[in-house]
């Protein structure tokens, strides 16, 4: 089905007028450009006001439950008192008109409600349909909202990849999506044993991001900040617009939305999603044309299967996919947190149900349908506050008729509402949260199937029914599952001290869960257990140690005693000295011992590069924020300032230097590529050691006020640039712009940095070192000859204060040189003023008391006259 101008006057008009109607104005229009007889205009406007009438009485045969006032000229504050009122006029409408048909203009347009007794009848009716009602709430006729279009004529393409190829795939997924939980709290919540706090909405909005696109993407994307940016970027964007959106005419709408703060955002992230996914695809195409048969397990592998000729945009497919199961299951887990909260007393019990299950099974799908309380507790959460109070939300595509002559026109916009949910006929105590409600009816006979979490209903339509039913409800159970076995396995939480219960947000038809919520959780020892699949169950993340025969340590006995060199030798070794190019690289993030490694280099006769050596080198720091312009993006546009560095450019800061260490490992890839011939040592602390080292050494110092003041003030009288590069390095490097962000992301990019490095490298080229293993294997690795002097160790924590002291104690005295000329010639220039006021002011009190004497000038009396004003005399 084509979406053409035409098809729009049912989507958009306010009364949703038929096509024919426009077809008619188009002939009359006609018939208008060749005969001027006035009798002839008057009929043709006769003409087109009995058939707009007719039409219009045709589609409107249901009453408006919320019509607009006598002098109101659009349904704007219909539409603001819909918003705040939606629950009501619903069960109002149906109590008036005692179940029939009635109309309701909403945030989104006029919809037409139909009792849910019609449920059972509806459910298999294939000419409802549900895309193009989707694709008619977002507008996505419009820029930016493209993902859209693809489910309102895409064939159906999203629906039949999620129904034959996500759900039958669910029992292999599940390993992969309970590794990339793990993965993703370990980032996002971390291992803290304190009490910290969380924003619930948006981390929870790029942890489901994340988790999902494990599925839509593959394990290579699904950890790309920049993809986790675009799918959340694009979520948020979207909710934010839509509403206000649709406030508006649609006449008015694709003028209105170049004027929403959002919707550049929207347009960008489409953009960038295109460059991010279309790359993928080549690069996978490219590798089956060099013969590469790998099959993935992700819909991005499964939509040409599924497509079979049909046209459709891959990064589109996934944006639409991304926030549909983005927005839904996020809001799904902060309600279940929420609701732990207020019902404390079956955390424990789901606790127990998850040990006992996961203990029997491991991670199988068959074990997540075995955790029936769980199930019950989403069910019963989902019951009370579904996060629509309205289904089965569809367009009829031809005239319909009901069993009982009930009427669905063409173009209509048809919903059910959930009133049952709550109705005491259906549900025992219904607005009691009953957290085993489904869990005991699943006990009783014939009900076992119909109490599931998936499982649809007349009495249970969160998930829709029948043909109508969300294909996606099967993936979104599991996944919900299995990030709430984490959770409730290997976290605490509470309530910020102070803060009120979560309340949920009431919009029209929506009931989201609390957006603006703040929670503190921490890291709980979770129960240890045996399983027969430790590897999938992944309850404790264990970090990826060096192996036993790489960490033992070596030891010789030196020929020679001699000390090591200190790194104030290695800060002053001249200029003639060098050794380049780089013959090795040394791969160790800051504070892991770059110090010792550059020393060892030192004495093996390769000159070493070390950040430290550059604390009065201001030429080198410049380069080395151009360096950081072109590796990481800029955080406010998500672009590079500059192209990466080529190895001309690399050679200007590392060409005279046989080894680089620490600040060069934030560009460990780029310096791989461009000296080829280099080895690569990668030296490695054990994680919890070096991030306390790092936290209290790099992390604190660079966000302190006194840091800052120099950067940004003394630095910039010097014109030093070391602070701004080390700022744009470090920031960029780990992907955090403040100390909270870097709690929440180090661990992720340390692991998947090493990890990058390791396969980026064969075997020859690369060496895992670490402190304390001694010189044979580092020599052996580089083909030099054993020193005769111990290894050395130097204190880098205390050498880099010791470094810092000094530098400060330089700019302090360089800035006071820089300033002392302008303070003192301000200082005379001030003196200056002041004495040329006082004489003038002394000359001009003579002068005017002369003329006060006896010389009475207008001109000059004017003058006096306002000198006394401004002396206080007048």
Not at 268 to 278: C, E, F, R, T
Not at 307 to 330: C, N, W
Request: aromatic share 10%; charged share 25%; hydrophobic share 40%.
């Amino acid at each position: 089905m084509n979406h053409t101008g035409s098809t729009e006057s049912f989507h958009l008009g306010k009364e949703s007028y038929s096509l024919d109607l426009t077809t008619e104005a188009a002939k009359i229009l006609a018939m208008l450009s060749q005969d001027k007889d006035t009798t002839a205009i008057i009929c043709s406007i006769l003409v087109v006001a009995l058939t707009s009438w007719y039409l219009a009485s045709q589609r409107s045969q249901y009453p408006l439950i919320n019509p607009r006032g006598a002098f109101q000229f659009t349904h704007g504050k219909v539409k603001q008192h819909f918003i705040h009122n939606g629950r009501q006029l619903l069960e109002y409408g149906l109590k008036k008109y005692n179940g029939r048909p009635f109309r309701i203009m909403t945030d989104h347009g006029m919809m037409t409600v139909l009792n849910p007794k019609y449920t059972d009848e509806l459910r298999n009716i294939p000419q409802l349909n549900h895309a193009r009602a989707i694709a008619k709430f977002v507008n996505s006729h419009l820029p930016g909202y493209e993902p859209f279009h693809t489910f309102g004529y895409g064939g159906d393409i999203i629906q039949d990849v999620i129904k034959l190829k996500v759900t039958p795939a669910l029992g292999q997924l599940t390993h992969a999506l309970s590794e990339e939980t793990s993965f993703m709290l370990r980032s996002s919540w971390t291992d803290n044993t304190d009490w910290h706090k969380i924003h619930v909405h948006s981390n929870l909005l790029r942890a489901v991001a994340q988790v999902s696109s494990r599925v839509f993407l593959g394990d290579k994307l699904c950890r790309d900040p920049e993809l986790l940016r675009i799918t959340t970027t694009y979520t948020h964007s979207l909710t934010m617009t839509v509403g206000k959106l649709n406030a508006w005419p649609a006449i008015l709408r694709r003028i209105v939305q170049m004027f929403l703060p959002h919707t550049r955002e929207l347009q960008q992230s489409v953009k960038d999603a295109q460059v991010l996914i279309g790359g993928l695809v080549k690069e996978r195409e490219a590798m089956r044309a060099k013969g590469d048969l790998t099959e993935y397990a992700d819909v991005l592998e499964w939509l040409p299967q599924i497509a079979k000729g049909r046209s459709y945009d891959p990064a589109l497919v996934q944006l639409a996919l991304s926030f549909v199961a983005i927005h839904t299951t996020a809001d799904m887990v902060g309600q279940l947190l929420f609701d732990l909260i207020q019902h404390p007393q079956y955390v424990q019990q789901l606790r127990d149900e998850i040990i006992s299950v996961l203990q029997e099974g491991g991670w199988k799908k068959n074990s997540l349908y075995n955790m029936k309380r769980l199930d019950s507790f989403m069910k019963e959460s989902l019951r009370i506050r579904p996060i629509n109070q309205t289904t089965i939300q569809r367009i009829a595509e031809v005239p319909i008729t009901l069993s009982d002559g009930t009427k669905i026109s063409q173009n209509t916009l048809s919903i059910v509402p959930l009133v049952r949910h709550w109705d005491p006929e259906y549900y025992q105590d219904p607005n009691t949260f009953d957290a085993f409600r489904f869990y005991n009816a699943r006990q009783e006979e014939g009900k076992e199937n119909k109490s599931q979490f998936v499982s649809t209903s007349p009495e249970y339509l969160s998930f829709g029914h029948g043909l109508h039913a969300c294909p996606g409800r099967f993936f979104a159970s599991n996944e919900i599952k299995i990030i709430m076995c984490h959770i409730l396995l290997k976290y605490e939480w509470r309530l910020v001290e102070g803060a009120k219960s979560p309340q949920t947000l009431k919009h029209g038809f929506s009931l989201v869960a609390d957006p603006f919520s703040c929670l503190e959780i921490r890291r709980r020892q979770e129960e240890a257990f045996h399983t027969a699949f430790p590897i999938y169950l992944s309850l404790k993340p264990k970090r990826r140690l060096i192996t036993e025969q790489q960490s033992k340590p070596i030891t010789h006995t030196p020929t020679m005693s001699a000390a090591p060199p200190s790194l104030g030798k290695l800060a002053t070794i001249p200029e003639s000295e060098h050794s380049g190019p780089p013959q090795v690289i040394s791969v160790g993030l800051w504070r892991m011992g770059t110090a010792s490694m550059a020393a060892a280099y030192d004495i093996l006769g390769l000159r070493p590069h070390h950040a430290l050596d550059m604390v009065d080198q201001p030429e080198q720091w410049k380069l080395f924020e151009a360096a950081a312009d072109g590796t990481f993006p800029d955080p406010r546009t998500g672009k590079l300032r500059r192209p990466p560095f080529s190895r001309q450019e690399w050679d200007q800061i590392y060409g005279k230097y046989g080894a680089i260490t620490e600040l060069g490992s934030a560009f460990a890839e780029q310096l791989i590529a461009a000296y080829p011939e280099a080895k690569v040592v990668i030296c490695r602390r054990d994680y919890d050691k070096w991030w306390l080292s790092f936290r209290e050494g790099i992390v604190l110092p660079l966000y302190s006020a006194k840091l800052r003041f120099v950067i940004y003030t003394i630095s910039f009288l010097l014109g030093r640039r070391g602070g701004h590069a080390m700022i744009k390095t470090t920031e960029g490097f780990f992907r955090s712009y403040s100390v909270q962000d870097f709690d929440a992301n180090t661990e992720a990019v340390y692991d998947e940095y090493f990890k990058r490095i390791d396969e980026l490298l064969p075997p020859e080229r690369k060496l895992v070192y670490q402190l304390g293993q001694g010189w044979e294997l580092l020599c052996e690795f580089l083909d030099k000859p054993v020193p005769g002097v111990e290894f050395p160790r130097i204190n880098e924590a205390k050498a880099l204060k010791e470094h810092q002291k000094a530098a400060m104690e330089r700019w302090l005295t360089a800035s006071w040189k820089a300033v002392k000329p302008w303070l003192i010639g301000a200082l005379g220039l001030g003196i200056a003023v002041v004495v040329a006021r006082k004489n003038f002011l002394v000359r001009f009190e003579t002068k005017a008391g002369n003329y006060n004497r006896g010389t009475e000038y207008d001109k000059m009396g004017k003058v006096i006259e306002r000198y006394k004003i401004l002396k206080g005399d007048m």
